[in-house]
């Protein structure tokens, strides 16, 4: 194995040891789909392509583009390869002037079209429309439509992204194929009962709690909740509890929501990134998970939520918000539709027993199987192959 530049950590070389051996490894007629940037901490990609091996593909996780790039570019042996790429964040991450934002630009391009230059098939996931934080808005559409213009399928799963990405950059409807996000159920334990988990917090049995987990970032619009929690309960005291658990940033908004909860009786922030067990942990004392996002395409919240069986309050902008068209939850667009959600709590056993059907439905042992056919199909066929074993609800168990 060949280390390029300096001497990787420890983790880097376990990393790279593992993606190295993985490919070499593989007989002629394999198919590598490596996969790229693999973020570890994050089950999304592990539980989206746990099912390929089922359909004889073996799926690869490169850390960083270029160690994917590096894989599919270096793989002779191996006939058939895909190289699917998810987050694009990084392509422009710690760019301080616009001048080396262009030079990454281009060096990402370059990239695209050494993979293709030596038949390899990209696949592209699209998380976002846009990072939530952008710096240069135009450079990040460029790069979109620069991997879209490349890309031999699309890999969606909202089923207004097309519709959604149409005010930055065009997104063909015959690269498209969308498959669901995955269900967590499996992955987070679920250990506690709701009497126990709520006596942990010191929630009492009547209360209603309300639970927003995941990292505190100014577009989830939380320090808004915040504040309509508060009215809220100025109003009905004791008949809502807000509980935000993640880890927490530095910036202005996130500090001014740590300061409320420092005196507010019903908000409460755990300003820390949470281990497995605590999510499980979390939405046995929760009643309801709130998705509050002002503006997003995919929501794992709003995903995981329903794995637990639990209903949601969904702002209308937060992202996957079609999953609950069925009647797993409430979505608003504004503060007096949520309060008015807040206050008759009547629709909780209705959403709750939906919620427990869309788990079932979204389970990762299925959704993965359906993206493993979708995955051979497009490997054999083409895009239009892969879309008709999508079918038009994204793989959804009936």
Partial sequence: MIFEGKVPGRRQIERRWSMTQASTSLPREAVAWVFAPHFIGNPFQALLTMGMADHDIAPIGAASVADGVRVVTTAHHVRQRVLHLHWLNGV?????????????????????????????????????????????????????????????????????????????????????????????????????????????????????????????????????LAHTIDEFTREHPRKATLLIAGSAGEDAGTRELLDIADIHPAIHVLPERMLSEDVGLLFAAADVAVVPYKASLNSGALVLALSMGKPVLARSTAGSTHLLQGGAGIVYDDDHRLMHALLDTGWHASASAAAADMARRLRPQHVSDVFGRVSRAFVDHGVLAAQAVAGPDGGLDA
């Avoid at 991450?93 to 990239?111: D, H, L, N, P, Y």
């Fill in 92 to 224: 422009l991450a710690g760019a301080s002037t616009r001048e080396e934002a262009q030079k990454r630009v281009a060096a990402f391009e370059r990239q695209l079209d050494s993979v293709q230059a030596v038949g390899t098939k990209l696949v592209w996931t699209m998380h976002n429309v846009l990072p939530h934080e952008s710096v240069f808005e135009d450079l990040e559409v460029r790069i979109r439509e620069s991997i879209v213009g490349r890309a031999d399928m699309v890999h969606i799963m909202n089923p207004d992204s097309i519709e959604m990405a149409g005010p930055y950059f065009d997104l063909p409807a015959s690269k498209v194929v969308r498959v669901e996000h995955p269900g967590y159920q499996g992955y987070y334990p679920q250990w506690m009962s709701r009497a126990a988990a709520r006596q942990h917090f010191g929630f009492t049995p009547g209360e209603q709690v309300l639970l927003v987990l995941g990292a505190i970032k100014p577009y989830k619009g939380l320090l808004e």
